[in-house]
């Protein structure tokens, strides 16, 4: 099978501590002179993205804060794909001590073990947010979004099916956008429960995982 799309997760997958290795700056280069689009789908606060990142330029739209936010980077374009939870609900977590805490368009991000508190409020307020995780991060996020409601509104700007897209990723959030996508695929470094949930694991990890699926697409030698 073709795919046209390839959807790649951020952290953990294509960037180490933050930062894409030049290597797979050239990998994802080479991907997109096929022809194919690249789709970026992240945890990230879209802000934040756009300082670690310094190779947005070649992904077609980048799906940030785990499915809330839309952006095009060839046009600076944010779109909110959810509402923002209230203001009063961030300042109650703040009287309620959870720290870290940031937010986005539309997340609210913490860590572990601040999700008790996180839940509590949630419940106090009434409010329709769930809480996803992501290794040692916690995630606040209208009910009904994820990462992979965000790639599917992102396949859709661009006329896409879910049939035309292949996607790698390594953390739990992750689960969403790749049982979205037609095949998915696990970094050699991902979680277990994510390889096990995978058509294919990458014998390599992070960014020399995800160029060692660019060469098979390539060279039509992929078979999952």
């Known amino acids: 099978m073709h795919f046209a799309v390839l959807a790649l997760d951020y952290d953990g997958t294509i960037a180490i501590d933050g930062s894409v290795a030049n290597s797979t ?19 990230r606060i879209i802000s934040d993205l756009i300082v ?17 936010v839309l952006y095009k980077p060839v046009t600076r374009e944010i779109i909110p794909l959810a509402e923002a939870p209230p203001a009063r609900f961030i300042d109650e977590l703040r009287a309620r001590r959870v720290f870290p805490l940031s937010t986005g368009e539309v997340i609210v991000a913490t860590s572990l073990p601040q999700e008790h508190k996180v839940l509590t409020a949630i419940r106090d307020f009434g ?7 992501n290794k040692g991060s916690v995630m606040v996020l209208p009910a ?9 509104a992102a396949l859709h700007k661009m006329q896409l099916s879910p049939h035309n897209a292949i996607g790698i990723g390594d953390a739990e959030n992750d689960h969403a ?12 470094n991902a979680l277990p429960a994510v390889k096990d949930r ?6 390599s990890a992070n960014g020399r995982g995800v160029a060692e699926l660019i060469s098979l697409l390539l060279a039509g030698n992929f078979f999952p």
């Open 52 to 68: 670690a990142c310094d190779v947005l330029d070649l992904f077609d739209y980048v799906v940030a804060e785990n499915g809330a």
């Open 25 to 43: 700056a050239r990998a994802l280069r080479r991907i997109r002179e096929s022809g194919r689009k690249l789709v970026l789908v992240t945890g």
């Open 198 to 203: 995978c058509d294919l694991v990458m014998a």
């Open 144 to 152: 009904g979004v994820n990462k992979g409601s965000g790639l599917a």
């Open 127 to 133: 409010l329709e947010l769930n809480i996803i995780f």
């Open 177 to 188: 956008f790749l049982e979205l996508c037609e095949c998915s695929v696990a970094v050699s």
